[in-house]
């Protein structure tokens, strides 16, 4: 029987968005992220973070040291009494990284939804049954591409940004607005099933 998970950006969501995360040191959760990924996990979703990571394709840490950092990530979560992710996927790639060799349009990078099919393959996730969790545009349109309820939160440097063309695609709406992390944690489990409204 296919699975119902979170798909959960990383910087903005997990934690806070500090521009390019290179360091442990820089490591800050986001409020309520232990409780709320509890709540998650106690009702059976599977936690998958999907997010891109351009630090690779800039050259600022290749991809073990982007692993090892989420180790840290994890750690910090584990040590608030937040349950084990079940999945850590990343782009590599952009179309003008440093790296010669990840320089490329590629089908992992949000907005495009391959983190998400890639995972839920691999998990057998029912994604129509699923929901994706981020802060930035992209996310939202991943998470719709893919087929999930998305949910954008107001955690990240970004806020509700306007429907418009942005980063090379145009933005769309989430389905639903979250201050944080714990207030879309209550609409995937139905306890505030509007949160601050759909976005229109």
Do not use: W
């Not at 690779?56 to 084990?84: D, F, H, M, W, Y």
């Not at 691999?122 to 969790?133: A, I, T, Y």
């Not at 970004?158 to 209550?186: K, M, N, R, S, W």
């Amino acid at each position: 029987m296919s699975r119902r998970a979170v798909f959960l950006d990383r910087d903005g969501v997990l934690v806070r968005d500090v521009g390019p995360l290179t360091s442990a040191d820089d490591i800050v959760l986001t409020p309520g992220v232990a409780s709320a990924l509890a709540e998650l996990h106690e009702a059976g979703f599977l936690l998958l973070v999907v997010s891109n990571q351009t630090v690779v394709a800039r050259g600022l840490l290749n991809e073990q040291a982007v692993t090892e950092l989420q180790a840290q990530v994890q750690a910090r979560i584990s040590a608030e009494g937040g349950p084990r992710l079940d999945g850590f996927y990343f782009c590599p790639h952009h179309p003008r990284a440093t790296r010669p060799e990840l320089r490329q349009d590629c089908a992992c990078r949000k907005p495009a939804p391959g983190l998400l099919l890639q995972a839920a393959a691999e998990h057998d996730v029912s994604l129509p049954q699923s929901f994706m969790l981020g802060d930035r545009p992209s996310d939202v349109v991943a998470g719709l591409r893919a087929g999930c309820t998305t949910i954008q939160l107001l955690t990240g440097a970004h806020g509700a940004a306007p429907i418009e063309v942005t980063g090379g695609f145009e933005a769309q709406a989430a389905h639903h607005l979250a201050l944080d992390l714990p207030e879309a944690a209550a609409v995937v489990l139905g306890r505030a099933p509007t949160a601050l409204g759909a976005a229109s």
